[in-house]
């Protein structure tokens, strides 16, 4: 989905909850629409994600406010897991199909287990979640008027419409928001986005300096605007005053920057990105399908920079448990570009290098850029890499997780 992404990552790990299990079925967002065309009237729709989500009511949060699906069942994970009589509420469908779907089908899997745990046996999670409607947008499109519904004010835009968009020259004006740091992962988005790609021709603003946001939405008057996070939150909250305000073309972009990149470098070759981004740096930045495509994957050298006690730790995926990525050498980022100088000494190959989250390790990859290494970094990280194989069918490097 990003499928996300450090906002959008932030959100991911938020979400993230429950013991691993795949007892249950899966189905994409698209496959379970069109069973829903077809009348399924043996299926039934479960919403696990909170009330303010479900119902577009989060004010603090806004970029979480992403829509529904017209007559889905809305119940809590957090119920499901505390309150016994919220079980009850779907004993009526016990003998139905029911599909779980939360924002990005980390809730909705933990979910699924509760009730299998529980005695139901027809159970599905929703691949991706809610956000497969603005990372699939063309898929998704023919059903989008029956089955999706919204009440926000603004408008929720998909990376792939802003990308089909910008390639048709389209005027847009994009605004990059930046909000107070609050939480660690702030800071931590603050360093990484002084090395990821950024969209061309942004202009940045201050959470805090509305009024000059509306003098400059003002200036271009007929423009569309697009609104996205930088720093914390901020981007769907302006929207929504925007709206208020009578600007009537202005968007949200849903993932921000983080999945806007993936969108374009999976549908573009890597050179063409640069048309779309403002580069910060000579690193190359690959999501997990750009590395499966790479025809030339044996004379690249992977490098997982966690800690060595970390390299063969079994992870708690969210469906499949793994230690690392196949062939992959060990390096702790905290050692230092001379230390690594040391343990890789030909620049003549290509380093890959990831974490675990695809945030740390961006000032080595930078540095040793400079130095002369051939450097390019996974986006997401393992935690994205098994995104992909749990979200994305047609991903051919499932195997690449060590388990």
Request: positive net charge; aromatic residues 12%.
């Amino acid at each position: 989905m990003t499928k996300q992404i450090v906002p959008l990552l932030s959100l991911l790990l938020i979400c993230a909850c429950g013991s691993t299990q795949d007892n249950y079925k899966e189905i994409t967002l698209p496959d379970l629409m069109r069973k829903k065309q077809h009348g399924g009237k043996d299926m039934v729709i479960v919403d696990v994600r909170s009330n303010g989500e479900y119902y577009d009511s989060a004010s603090r949060f806004r970029q979480s406010n992403i829509g529904r699906i017209k007559d889905a069942i809305h119940i809590e994970l957090r119920e499901l897991q505390q309150n016994p009589e919220a079980l009850k509420k779907l004993e009526p469908y016990k003998d139905k199909e029911i599909y779980l779907i939360c924002s990005h089908s980390y809730r909705s899997r933990a979910a699924s287990n509760i009730l299998l745990k529980n005695g139901f046996t027809n159970v599905s999670n929703v691949q991706g979640g809610m956000t497969e409607w603005y990372r699939r947008y063309d898929d998704l499109t023919p059903f989008r008027e029956a089955y999706l519904e919204s009440s926000v004010t603004y408008r929720n835009l998909s990376p792939n419409e802003l990308f089909d968009q910008l390639s048709t020259n389209k005027n847009i004006l994009l605004l990059g928001i930046r909000n107070t740091p609050r939480f660690f992962y702030d800071t931590a988005t603050i360093r990484f986005y002084t090395y990821y790609p950024l969209p061309a021709k942004t202009v940045m603003f201050d959470y805090a300096d509305s009024l000059l946001v509306l003098q400059e939405v003002q200036k271009v008057k007929d423009r569309p605007v697009v609104l996205f996070n930088l720093v914390n939150n901020g981007a769907a909250e302006l929207a929504h005053w925007l709206a208020n305000k009578g600007v009537k073309d202005v968007s949200y972009l849903v993932g921000g920057p983080n999945l806007f990149y993936e969108t374009v470098a999976n549908r573009v070759q890597p050179a063409l990105t640069n048309k779309y981004f403002k580069k910060q740096t000579e690193v190359e930045f690959l999501t997990a399908l750009n590395y499966c495509a790479k025809k030339d994957k044996k004379s690249v050298v992977l490098v997982d920079l966690r800690h060595d006690t970390l390299f063969n730790k079994v992870n708690d995926g969210v469906k499949h448990d793994f230690k690392h990525l196949k062939n992959a050498e060990n390096f702790f980022v905290g050692k230092g570009e001379g230390m690594f100088e040391k343990q890789f000494t030909d620049k003549r190959k290509e380093y890959t290098l990831y974490s675990e989250n695809g945030i740390e390790g961006l000032e080595l990859a930078d540095a040793l850029s400079r130095k002369g290494y051939k450097i390019s970094y996974l986006v997401g990280g393992t935690g994205r890499w098994e995104w992909y194989m749990n979200n994305v069918e047609l991903f051919g490097c499932n195997d690449m997780l060590i388990k």
